[in-house]
């Protein structure tokens, strides 16, 4: 079992429309988790973390974790063309010093 | 948010010879890095973590001896890639850890893009 598992898509959500992105993970240890945006041929940019159940809203985003169910979603609003791109879920325990990684979502916005 | 900077972007070199890259964190201090390889259309592959002062820890499966990294300051890192053959051709990213209100998080380099021709 990976320790993070993401759907790979792609997932393509008509633009205006919610883009929902899913991240389920396998160790109860972990204290903090990211979403991170990585555009084709760039590296990834952080977009947000939560480390609280519940939700944490940014803008556009909202990023919703749920520990007893081991599961955190990214939301994006009103999607535009330019959210098209790879979406990383990641997770930090709580002694590890490095994130780990999921293998990323790839999301479309059609137009 | 924290600035970090590779340096090349890119890069082409001829088999059998060594490439440098080098990890900046901008404007801030960074004690441990992280460097990533990335080929088209997979997901990151961390490939070791760079203390500074110390030596680096390497993934299960990445060959130290191959992959040198020297951590000699709190803004910089290196990673060389010795002996270059065109498999090593990929995307290499580094990342720095970086507080971000009170979490820890990761800011990751442009990446530096090397073909081994």
């Known amino acids: 079992q990976k320790e993070v598992e993401q759907n790979s898509g792609p997932l393509s959500v008509p633009e205006g429309a919610i883009a929902s992105l899913n991240c389920t993970y396998s160790?109860?240890?972990?204290?903090?988790f990211f979403w991170y945006r990585q555009y084709s041929g760039k590296s990834p940019e952080l977009i947000m973390f939560i480390y609280s159940n519940g939700d944490k809203e940014d803008g556009r985003f909202t990023a919703q974790l749920n520990k007893a169910s081991q599961y955190v979603s990214l939301l994006i609003r009103d999607s535009q063309p330019s959210d098209s791109a790879t979406y990383l879920c990641?997770?930090?325990?709580?002694?590890?010093?490095?994130?780990?990684f999921g293998s990323g979502t790839r999301l479309s916005i059609r137009p | 948010g924290a600035v970090v900077s590779q340096h090349p972007s890119r890069v082409i070199c001829k088999s059998g010879t060594s490439v440098k890259i080098e990890c900046r964190s901008l404007d801030f201090q960074a004690t441990t890095m992280f460097w990533y390889r990335q080929f088209p259309k997979q997901s990151l592959m961390l490939m070791a973590t760079s203390n500074e002062g110390s030596k680096a820890t390497y993934e299960q499966g990445v060959e130290k001896d191959k992959f040198l990294i020297n951590h000699a300051s709190l803004t910089l890192s290196t990673l060389t890639v010795t002996s270059a053959h065109p498999e090593d051709s990929s995307f290499y990213i580094c990342s720095a850890r970086a507080l971000l209100e009170i979490q820890e998080t990761q800011y990751f380099g442009p990446g530096t893009r090397l073909l081994v021709l």
């Open positions: 160790d109860r240890g972990s204290q903090s």
């Open positions: 990641a997770r930090r325990g709580s002694s590890a010093s490095k994130i780990i």
